[in-house]
């Protein structure tokens, strides 16, 4: 790596835990891997964890990674593991409701896993393994080091912030809280959240390594995550800038533009990270996969130049279908709801402020919000645009609104026993889940007036909320007095084509396209049928000359090719812009697939 503002380096004087977060896609996996399998080559114990839910662990060392810690084949002394929520939060509710059975009456062990069922369950079970992993001996005696590699930026600040949550929660709460189980274990609980809120601000135990690529929405999210992180006491930080691009052929205009628009974002580097000890990496023309590559990332031996081709053609550029062939057919309908999907850093946030706007602009009545917890829809559009309505799912704002409303409604006609039960419960941080829920359902049922273009989380994040609205759909289905099929819920909407059309967006590499595949399983055993694959921001569907970038292009090809043959009902190819598709004029480009400003025609 070419450090600089670094003095020891990161694996010069490590902590025992090190934590590597960031914007999605910005390459935290690989740095992850690279520095664990750097610590067990040293001959430190390492165990390595995945805390997203969307996990490709696995793929990247090229070792099967399960629940349960395992030798990384060729890593001596590495060993790995992936936090699975869903298996977490089955061996929790057994724990909780296991102990109980045959000694309280059936319908009381029913309500207690109806307590136990939601996605908020899944939250607390994995965070329970999260913490398990940072103080319980007997889980992490035998390790050198405990290195994290964290979901994207939102999920992750989620995670770091329940240890405080549930500690004030349980601070005020005399009855019990449902979501954590029977009280009797709340006190346990309660020394385990202490224990970690310690260990992560502990300075000389803890170290979280913020990644960014050098990209003006990638820097502002790793400053807002610093001063988060910062204000939870965490300021044990690092900064690693990912991808750092240099252009080695004068004569390529994307090259020139992306090298200048690059070093542009590092001149206006925020205060806060500046500060901060940094490594900067640079773009390479491979996919860092596989244990070769990933020592050599950590070792820094090798770099843009040295794994260059001696081609300098991309050689000729595919004819790909373009995104507007999609507006055409959304503009046609002009009502429904649009789900953009894909891991995070693919540029969903994009893809969906650029769909919006084309949309608006052709006089459909158009809404677009965003679930992301770290959401960037107002930097994309940078300013309003005629007739678009923009919002977003603020899960503190909805959090406030349902307790209100419960406090109004519900609440109206209780004694101050029953008043006080009920407060206490919507103190709880499972409120959150329930509230963002209600906004979401609110987002499908105004699709059937207008379009609405949803911006998801990333994909882990996204699918929990997926899990709440089947099961929200179940229990309707379960208790209504009506007649089934005269019972309309959001999850059917979503099963609907006619509704709700689902663009799940990627880029042309190996870990998202896997990723994606993966997350559209997911929404097939839940009926709902993707409408379409984006692959964005492809250099193959440009003419660039550059070494390193034509290098990276010829690595596309076969990927977009898997995605047309095998994966996509219908397929569009988003080139690689020469500018961010920051304001409206750039959004419409690139809706358009009209070339953006320095970009190769």
Same mark, same amino acid.
């Given at each position: 790596?070419?450090?600089?503002?670094?003095?020891?380096?990161?694996?010069?004087?490590?902590? !025992?835990?090190?934590?590597?977060?960031?914007?999605?896609?910005?390459?935290?996996?690989?740095?992850?891997?690279?520095?664990?399998?750097?610590?067990?080559?040293?001959?430190?114990? /390492?165990?390595?964890?995945?805390?997203?839910?969307?996990?490709?662990?696995?793929?990247?060392?090229?070792?099967?990674?399960?629940?349960?810690?395992?030798?990384?084949?060729?890593?001596?002394?590495?060993?790995?593991?992936?936090?699975?929520?869903?298996?977490?939060?089955?061996?929790?509710?057994?724990?909780?409701?296991?102990?109980?059975?045959?000694?309280?009456?059936?319908?009381?062990?029913?309500?207690?896993?109806?307590?136990?069922?939601?996605?908020?369950?899944?939250?607390?079970?994995?965070?329970?393994?999260?913490?398990?992993?940072?103080?319980?001996?007997?889980?992490?005696?035998?390790?050198?080091?405990?290195?994290?590699?964290?979901?994207?930026?939102?999920?992750?600040?989620?995670?770091?912030?329940?240890?405080?949550?549930?500690?004030?929660?349980?601070?005020?709460?005399?009855?019990?809280?449902?979501?954590?189980?029977?009280?009797? *274990?709340?006190?346990?609980?309660?020394?385990?959240?202490?224990?970690?809120?310690?260990?992560?601000?502990?300075?000389?135990?803890?170290?979280? /390594?913020?990644?960014?690529?050098?990209?003006?929405?990638?820097?502002?999210?790793?400053?807002?995550?610093?001063?988060?992180?910062?204000?939870?006491?965490?300021?044990?930080?690092?900064?690693?800038?990912?991808?750092?691009?240099?252009?080695?052929?004068? *004569?390529?205009?994307?090259?020139?533009?992306?090298?200048?628009?690059?070093?542009?974002?590092?001149?206006?580097?925020?205060?806060?990270?500046?500060?901060?000890? !940094?490594?900067?990496?640079?773009?390479?023309?491979?996919?860092?996969?596989?244990?070769?590559?990933?020592?050599?990332?950590?070792?820094?031996?090798?770099?843009?130049?040295?794994?260059?081709?001696?081609?300098?053609?991309?050689?000729?550029?595919?004819?790909?279908?373009?995104?507007?062939?999609?507006?055409?057919?959304?503009?046609?309908?002009?009502?429904?709801?649009?789900?953009?999907?894909?891991?995070?850093?693919?540029?969903?946030?994009?893809?969906?402020?650029?769909?919006?706007?084309?949309?608006?602009?052709?006089?459909?009545?158009?809404?677009?919000?965003?679930?992301?917890?770290?959401?960037?829809?107002?930097?994309?559009?940078?300013?309003?645009?005629?007739?678009?309505?923009?919002?977003?799912?603020?899960?503190?704002?909805?959090?406030?609104?349902?307790?209100?409303?419960?406090?109004?409604?519900?609440?109206?006609?209780?004694?101050?026993?029953?008043?006080?039960?009920?407060?206490?419960?919507?103190?709880?941080?499972?409120?959150?889940? /329930?509230?963002?829920?209600?906004?979401?359902? !609110?987002?499908?049922?105004?699709?059937?007036?207008?379009?609405?273009?949803?911006?998801?989380?990333?994909?882990?994040?996204?699918?929990?909320?997926?899990?709440?609205?089947?099961?929200?759909?179940?229990?309707?289905?379960?208790?209504?007095?009506?007649?089934?099929? !005269?019972?309309?819920?959001?999850?059917?909407?979503?099963?609907?084509?006619?509704?709700?059309?689902?663009?799940?967006?990627?880029?042309?590499?190996?870990?998202?396209?896997?990723?994606?595949?993966?997350?559209?399983?997911?929404?097939?055993?839940?009926?709902?049928?993707?409408?379409?694959?984006?692959?964005?921001?492809?250099?193959?569907?440009?003419?660039?000359?550059?070494?390193?970038?034509?290098?990276?292009?010829?690595?596309?090809?076969?990927?977009?090719?898997?995605?047309?043959?095998?994966?996509?009902?219908?397929?569009?190819?988003?080139?690689?812009?020469?500018?961010?598709?920051?304001?409206?004029?750039?959004?419409?480009?690139?809706?358009?697939?009209?070339?953006?400003?320095?970009?190769?025609?």
């Amino acid at each position: 790596m070419n450090a600089s503002n670094e003095s020891p380096t990161l694996l010069d004087d490590p902590t !025992r835990f090190l934590f590597f977060t960031g914007k999605g896609g910005v390459g935290k996996t690989s740095h992850a891997c690279a520095t664990a399998i750097r610590l067990a080559d040293a001959g430190r114990s /390492v165990l390595l964890v995945s805390t997203d839910p969307a996990s490709n662990l696995a793929e990247v060392l090229g070792t099967e990674i399960g629940e349960a810690p395992t030798d990384v084949g060729g890593v001596p002394g590495l060993q790995a593991l992936n936090i699975d929520p869903e298996a977490a939060a089955d061996a929790y509710r057994e724990r909780a409701v296991g102990p109980v059975r045959g000694v309280l009456p059936d319908a009381a062990i029913r309500q207690m896993e109806e307590q136990l069922s939601g996605a908020c369950t899944v939250e607390i079970a994995a965070f329970d393994e999260f913490a398990a992993l940072l103080v319980d001996p007997e889980r992490i005696g035998g390790f050198d080091h405990v290195v994290f590699d964290t979901a994207p930026t939102g999920h992750t600040l989620r995670l770091l912030r329940l240890p405080a949550a549930w500690s004030g929660f349980m601070e005020q709460n005399e009855r019990g809280a449902s979501c954590l189980g029977p009280v009797s *274990g709340q006190e346990a609980q309660r020394e385990r959240y202490e224990a970690t809120v310690s260990a992560l601000t502990d300075a000389e135990a803890t170290t979280v /390594v913020l990644v960014s690529r050098p990209e003006a929405t990638s820097l502002g999210e790793a400053e807002r995550t610093r001063r988060e992180l910062a204000g939870l006491g965490i300021r044990n930080q690092r900064l690693v800038l990912n991808g750092v691009f240099r252009a080695t052929d004068p *004569g390529d205009p994307l090259a020139r533009a992306l090298e200048a628009r690059g070093e542009k974002s590092l001149e206006s580097l925020p205060e806060g990270l500046a500060d901060l000890p !940094r490594s900067e990496v640079p773009l390479l023309p491979n996919n860092l996969v596989g244990l070769d590559a990933l020592r050599a990332l950590a070792d820094g031996s090798v770099t843009d130049a040295d794994a260059a081709p001696t081609e300098a053609s991309a050689g000729d550029r595919p004819d790909y279908p373009a995104l507007s062939d999609l507006v055409d057919d959304i503009a046609t309908a002009g009502h429904g709801l649009v789900m953009v999907m894909g891991k995070g850093g693919v540029g969903k946030t994009s893809i969906a402020a650029a769909l919006a706007v084309e949309l608006a602009g052709r006089g459909v009545p158009v809404h677009l919000s965003t679930t992301d917890p770290a959401a960037h829809v107002s930097e994309a559009l940078g300013g309003e645009v005629p007739g678009l309505k923009v919002s977003r799912i603020d899960p503190e704002a909805e959090t406030r609104a349902y307790t209100e409303r419960v406090l109004t409604t519900t609440g109206k006609d209780l004694e101050a026993d029953g008043r006080a039960l009920l407060e206490e419960d919507l103190r709880s941080p499972c409120t959150e889940e /329930v509230a963002v829920f209600h906004a979401f359902s !609110r987002l499908v049922n105004e699709a059937r007036r207008g379009v609405v273009v949803l911006d998801t989380a990333p994909t882990g994040h996204t699918l929990l909320l997926l899990d709440t609205t089947g099961a929200y759909h179940r229990e309707v289905l379960r208790t209504s007095q009506v007649d089934p099929e !005269r019972v309309t819920t959001p999850m059917m909407r979503l099963q609907d084509p006619g509704h709700t059309r689902i663009l799940m967006v990627t880029l042309p590499e190996t870990t998202p396209v896997t990723e994606a595949s993966q997350l559209q399983d997911d929404l097939r055993r839940a009926g709902i049928e993707p409408y379409a694959w984006v692959v964005n921001r492809s250099l193959a569907a440009t003419d660039t000359t550059d070494p390193v970038l034509a290098a990276r292009a010829r690595t596309e090809l076969p990927l977009i090719e898997r995605v047309r043959d095998e994966l996509a009902r219908r397929l569009a190819v988003v080139p690689m812009l020469a500018q961010e598709p920051v304001g409206a004029d750039r959004l419409r480009d690139l809706a358009r697939g009209a070339p953006a400003s320095g970009q190769p025609a």
